[in-house]
């Protein structure tokens, strides 16, 4: 029965990638709400997504990821929803109209992985996103883009960020502290770091700028987004990786040495180069 039951989800999975790939929606606006409050618990998300059909269709199939979907709704309507990761499969009760903008509003819960991939609802085009992270305090949950507005709501604090993109973002909730550097092209460059690393933030800042420019210079162009982050991770065994805008550390490893510094993040550095400028965007083939 497990061969069969396999067998069945591979053929779903072809078919899905097949129609995903050929969409028959457009994004237009997605407001994410995630509740990272719970560490030990599965991450809790709220999206409401506005999406114009492509062509009349009572099937939505959207990218999301690994989530268990608790309920989705549109116009009071409770919808019919099927999982198979990375899909949803949304029913719904009647025909959407070519071209009519539609919005839904769903209820899930996922495990958060290693580097705290967000899980939202997305097409194969790129669409403004707003994102509000939740976190308790006295910690600060990241995100990709510009920081809008916190709120304390003791003993939550609640951030609402402003992504360069809909896609690939990560969310990294940590003891830190944030500083900023401007670059020469605009380019904002933040240092969140924990308390015992403020004293040396001006020299970890002035490293940071000289590698971005040297990296800049290597390729011959700047970075296609007005902020980009470097955090100090909370844990001292975390392998640094690099999101687009993002770059995360290991607790313990900014520290008044430059090679260090240059080992750490010259390589992550790099990697926002190492992709194709239609990649950088997200608009490529792939998620």
Known sequence: MKIIQSARDYCDQFFLRRSYAQPTVKGTNLELRVDLSRPEMQARAEADFRFRPLQDTKTVILGIGPVTVR????????????????FVILRFPEKLENCIETRIHLKYSYWPDSYGTLRQPLTKNDFPTKVWLTCRRPLLALCQGELIESKEE??????????????????????????????????????????????????????????????????????????????????????????????????????????????????????????????????????
Request: net charge neutral; charged share 30%; aromatic share 8%.
């Open 71 to 86: 309920s989705a709704t549109w116009k009071g309507h409770a919808l019919k929803t099927r999982c198979n990761s990375p």
């Open 154 to 287: 003791p003993p939550l604090r609640v951030f609402e960020w402003a992504p360069p993109r809909s896609r690939r973002l990560n969310a990294v909730v940590a003891t830190v502290r944030s500083f900023r550097k401007q670059a020469d092209d605009e380019l904002n460059l933040w240092l969140h770091v924990r308390e015992n690393t403020v004293d040396i933030v001006p020299r970890i800042l002035d490293l940071m700028l000289e590698i971005y420019e040297e990296c800049r210079g290597a390729h011959g162009k700047g970075l296609p987004y007005e902020h980009l982050h470097v955090v100090e991770s909370d844990e001292a065994d975390r392998e640094p990786f690099n999101s687009p805008g993002l770059i995360v550390v290991p607790r313990g490893s900014l520290i008044n040495d430059r090679p260090k510094v240059y080992g750490l993040l010259a390589p992550e550095f790099n990697k926002e180069w190492g992709r194709e400028a239609i990649r950088l965007q997200h608009w490529g083939e792939k998620d």
